[in-house]
Nanobody, 121 residues
Framework: QVVLVESGGGSVQIGGSLRLSCEAS????????LAWFRETPGLEREGVAA??????GTTYADAVKDRFTISRDNDKLYLQMDNLKTEDTGMYYC????????????????WGQGTQVTVSS
């Protein structure tokens, strides 16, 4: 099992930037994919961005393409969020899964506690 701890959330104005971090510990070698999800009140948790642990291939939700960048450095996962919009507000979670196909959002099994992002005008 892997332990995931997020940090870096906060409040920002429209058009601003934030960088989220997630530190993974434990059996990280078992996991093929790492990802960021977000949850907004009244909506289901949605996959935002994912990265293959070994080859580094990335995938993004349409809503964040060209604004968000996922990256990793050993067992740290990052999400650089630029040109933030009010609809980006939500709780952001780091997640991991063993199986391949990182855009299979329903297959993620391990989760962090989340970090809140609030975008306001």
């Amino acid at each position: 099992q892997v332990v995931l701890v997020e940090s870096g959330g906060g409040s920002v104005q429209i058009g601003g930037s934030l960088r989220l971090s997630c530190e993974a510990s434990g059996a990280t070698y078992r996991y093929s994919c790492l990802a960021w999800f977000r949850e907004t009140p009244g909506l289901e948790r949605e996959g935002v961005a994912a990265i293959r642990r070994e080859k580094g291939g990335t995938t993004y939700a349409d809503a964040v393409k060209d604004r968000f960048t996922i990256s990793r450095d050993n067992d740290k996962l990052y999400l650089q969020m630029d040109n933030l919009k009010t609809e980006d507000t939500g709780m952001y979670y780091c997640a991991a899964k063993v199986t391949k196909f990182c855009n299979n959002w329903s297959a993620y099994t391990d989760w962090g506690q989340g970090t809140q992002v609030t975008v306001s005008s």
